[in-house]
Every structure is written in C-alpha cells, then in structure tokens.
C-alpha cells in the first residue's frame, strides 16, 4: 500500500528539485546569521568541531530517517506520523510528534521573520550607500537604531511574513523550485567573494585560528547544547519541514544520497559565512560573542571599504533575504499542509491563517529587541527564550523521536523498502547511526547541559 500512496499537494519535477528545495530549506539565515553568531559566544573552533560532528553522526542519520517518513506517508507531518504508526500497528499517539513540529515550526518563524526583516532594511541601506566609509562605530549606531525603532521592525517583519505566505499558498512547485535554482550559486560565490576580501585584512588567520583551532577549556556544557542545536536548526530537522518535502519526493529518488549533499552544502555555507565574518570581527576589535547583531555590523564595514562595495553590499542582503525566504516557507508548509488535509482549507487561505498566527508570535520577539529589553527570564529575552526552547529542546527532541520511531519501532523491512539501497554497508551504517548514536548522543548532551551528566 505505502508504495502507491501519492501526495494530494504535488510532487517535485526531479530529484534535483528535491535537493534544491531541501538544501533552499537548509541554507538560510541559520547558516549566516545564526552560525558565526553562536559560535562567538561559544567560543570558536571547540564549538565548531563539535557542531560538525553532531552534524554528521547526528543530524545526518536523521535526516535519512525524517525523509524517509515524509515520502513513505505522503502527507503532512502529524497525518503521515499517525497512518505511518497504523499501519505498523504502533500507537496512533505518535501524530502528536507531527503537533510538536508544528508548534515548533511557529516559534522559529515567528522571530526568523523579524530577523529577516533586517534583512530588508540592509537591503535598502546597502543600496543608497549609507555603508561607504562607515566606522564600527557609525554602523554599531545605524544598527542600534534599526533595533530602537519597533514600528519600522513591525513593518519589515510584515512584509517578509507577507512574502512567505505568498509563496507557500502558490504551492510547493511553481513558487519554489525557480527561487532557489539561481539564488543559490550567487549566494555561493557572493560569499567566496567576501571570503577573499577577508584574506585581505591582516586578521584572517586570527580569524581563521578562532573557527577551526579547537580550544576545549572554552567549551561548556551549554556549548555543546547549541551545538548540537545549531546542527537541527541549520538543517531544518527536528519539526517535520524536511518530512513534508520527503512527502513531495519521487518514489525513485535516492534518499541517502540526497542527504548527503544537503548536508555538505549546509555545512559549507556556514563555514563560509564563518570565515568571512571572524577575520572582520578581529580586524576592527569587535566582540566575537556580541550576540545577534554580529553580521550586521561586521559585513558592513567590509562593505563600505571594498571596491564595488555598495553593489556586493546589496547584491549580499538581497541574496540573503531570498535565502531566508526559501527556508521559511518551509517553516510554514507543515502547518498548511495539515490544514488542507483536515480542515479542507484552500491553500492560499491556510498560508494567511498560519502565516498570521506567526506574525503575531513575533511581535513579541520584535519588542524583546526594545522596549522589552529588560523583561527576562532566566537572564533571556523573549526572542532568547523562543530561540532557545526550539533550537537546543524542541528540535532535538522531535530529531530523537524521529529515529526511535523509524529505527526501534519500524520494521526493518519497511525502511529496506524506503531507502531501496539494499541492506548492504551503507543501509547497515545508517541504522546504527540512527539506532545508537544519534538517540543516545541527544540524551547525553540534554542530560549533560542540564547538569545532570
Ligand atoms: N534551516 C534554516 C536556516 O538555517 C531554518 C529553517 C527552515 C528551519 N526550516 C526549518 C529550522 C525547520 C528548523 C526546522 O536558516
């Protein structure tokens, strides 16, 4: 039967397809933003290596397994979890796993958005110029001021909510697909280009000693928490995103093959955008673990003083944006599909209800920036606490859920039948990964970060 289930919401036209959608998904903020930023405050290459290893015994092994429930159950997260589990005969309790994507996938996008936003509003400031000659300190002002003006976050964070629903109510293929075939090579090369001009200042090997020359006393056990975070949170698993793209899959297509070049696209992407922002960071006596702000206000001054700096300048945010605007509809995408499955929704009114409820979400994060600055709890923002509960508890916690239901409770034969790579070396590497390390290797490190290892 699972052969011949077909997905209500389409399919993608190719493999290739697939890959670019999913590696769209992967590549985005997460890897440009959020990666150099976190690795400041944790201290550099001990981090880093980590984070490679929890992407490559972790995260990778699990995203076979997300993939492969996508594709086998062809529908949304929560219905695939629920016929998936029926027709193993397991409890059909485990669709709340899909619940617990969906809320997850409302959080991020809820503040991805606002972030985003700046995104649009660099794009602008790029463009006119306002970054040619610009001191650390000039452009630590433009950028605090961006943060100190809540009306104008509000309006940039609608109008990337606005984009995103826009995409995901034209469907999976037509509005996808195009986006990332082009955008994704010039954000490859814009950043080869930023990484040589990083050469260029005298604090590239500084920088490059930060990122890749381990340190372990700077590792703590938090650090390793958002390592591991950081690996769910760049490759888009853990809440079901890259299960309702494995939905969209051909049946043809071969999942592990897929993975990995997701993977090594991700993961180049974001040591990339590493080496181009740390030798800045050092260069100018910047604080590498000054927070969310890092990239926007080291790239800029690259910016205003490299030859053609007003054109790369632009051309970087604008590329940016768009990478940020095809791993949010995918943030958004379980949710609709869901909605079309069960409350018979049409597409288009689905994506506005969802998309309205993350932009509600996200006001919060918007004024966490400002007038909320000082509301916390346990030393966190608003906009700290929803990134952290996704990143380093929900995203995980989906990620272990995920295996333990394609590797201990599956049977064996319904994922020889999925992934159709045999059960040769390649099929029995993946299942101990999945089966041993990955599970045990999230409960050690939330066991380890909550003091309790
Ligand atoms: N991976 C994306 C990034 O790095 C963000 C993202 C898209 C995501 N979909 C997701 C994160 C699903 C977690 C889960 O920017």
């Given amino acids: ?52 290893m929890c992407v490559l015994l972790i995260a990778m092994p699990i995203m076979i397994c997300e993939i492969m429930l996508g594709r086998r159950g062809r529908q949304s997260p929560i219905n695939t979890m629920f016929s998936l589990a029926e027709e193993e005969g397991l409890n059909k309790a485990w669709r709340y796993l899909g619940w617990l994507g969906v809320v997850a996938g409302f959080m991020i996008l809820s503040f991805y958005s606002v972030i985003a936003g700046w995104t649009l509003d660099y794009i602008y400031r790029a463009s006119s110029g306002s970054f040619s000659g610009v001191s650390d300190t000039e452009i630590l002002s433009i950028f605090n001021g961006l943060l100190g003006n809540p009306e104008l976050l509000i309006v940039l964070h609608t109008v990337f909510m606005s984009f995103t629903v826009i995409i995901v109510s034209m469907g999976v293929q037509s509005g996808l697909e195009r986006a990332v075939k082009f955008l994704m090579p010039a ?33 703590t056990g938090e650090g390793v928490l958002a390592a591991m975070g950081q690996a769910f949170f760049s490759l888009s698993l853990g809440m079901g995103a890259i299960m309702v793209y494995g939905s969209y899959l051909s049946s043809r297509a071969s999942i592990v093959r897929t993975s990995i070049s997701i993977v090594i696209m991700d993961t180049s992407v974001a040591l990339l955008a590493g080496m181009a922002i740390f030798p800045l960071v050092f260069a100018y006596g910047l604080e590498p673990g000054s927070g969310p702000g890092l990239i926007f206000v080291t790239l800029p001054i690259a ?50 209800l969802a998309g309205l409820l993350a932009w509600i979400l996200g006001i919060g994060s918007v004024f966490s920036f400002n007038i909320w600055q000082d509301a916390k709890l346990f030393d966190k923002t608003y906009f700290d606490i929803m990134d952290y509960l996704t990143s380093n508890v929900m995203l995980p916690l989906g990620g272990l859920l995920i295996a333990i239901f394609s590797v201990w409770l599956m049977p064996r034969r319904s994922s020889i039948d999925e992934l159709k790579i045999g059960d040769g070396l390649a099929y029995k590497s993946w299942r101990l990964l999945a089966r041993y390390l990955a599970p045990v290797g999230v409960l050690i490190i939330f066991l380890n970060a909550i003091g309790i290892l």
């Fill in 303 to 352: 910016f205003g003083q490299m030859p053609y700096g007003q054109f790369f300048g632009t051309a970087f945010f604008v590329l940016l944006m768009f990478a940020a605007w095809t791993s949010s509809i995918s943030l958004l995408e379980p949710a609709v599909a869901w909605l079309v499955e069960n409350r018979d929704m049409k597409r288009v009114n689905a994506a506005a």
């Fill in 187 to 219: 954000l490859f090369i814009l950043l080869l280009i930023m990484v040589g001009y990083a050469m260029s200042t005298p604090a590239f090997n500084q920088g490059l000693s930060y990122l890749f020359k381990p340190d372990f006393s700077r590792l």
């Fill in 1 to 52: 039967m699972t052969g011949l289930r077909k997905s209500i919401h389409g399919e993608w036209s190719s493999r290739w397809a697939f890959i670019l959608a999913a590696t769209g998904s992967a590549v985005g903020l997460g890897n440009i933003w959020r990666f150099p930023y976190i690795t400041g405050q944790y201290g550099g290459g001990a981090f880093v290596l980590l984070y490679i």
